[in-house]
């Protein structure tokens, strides 16, 4: 391959990436604009269900609740190994 071909390619790949981005920005987009205008609503719901779990099995609430903690530790300490 020369660098004629490899330019070609690249245009081509370029052009291919633009198309998908717009694809996806034709499914990604309304779900996005919905939670943005609806902010309020669907952190409201989220208390909602948090509550119903908490009333209806407290044993699964720990369980969320770790899986989370484990979770924030775990972006912490890869934070931390990135910056040093």
């Given at each position: 391959?020369?660098?004629d071909?490899?330019?070609v390619e690249n245009e081509k790949?370029?052009?291919e990436n633009m198309e998908l981005k717009r694809?996806?920005?034709?499914?990604?987009?309304?779900?996005?604009l919905?939670?943005?205008?609806?902010k309020e609503v669907v952190n409201q719901k989220a208390k909602e269900r948090m509550k119903k779990i908490a009333q209806?099995?407290?044993n699964k609430l720990k369980e969320i609740n770790r899986k989370?903690?484990?979770k924030r530790k775990e972006k912490i300490s890869?934070?931390?190994n990135e910056n040093v």
């Open positions: 391959m020369n660098i071909d490899i330019l790949l370029k052009i694809q996806i920005d034709t499914y990604s987009k309304p779900q996005k919905y939670y943005e205008r609806n209806e099995n407290p989370a903690y484990l890869v934070k931390q």
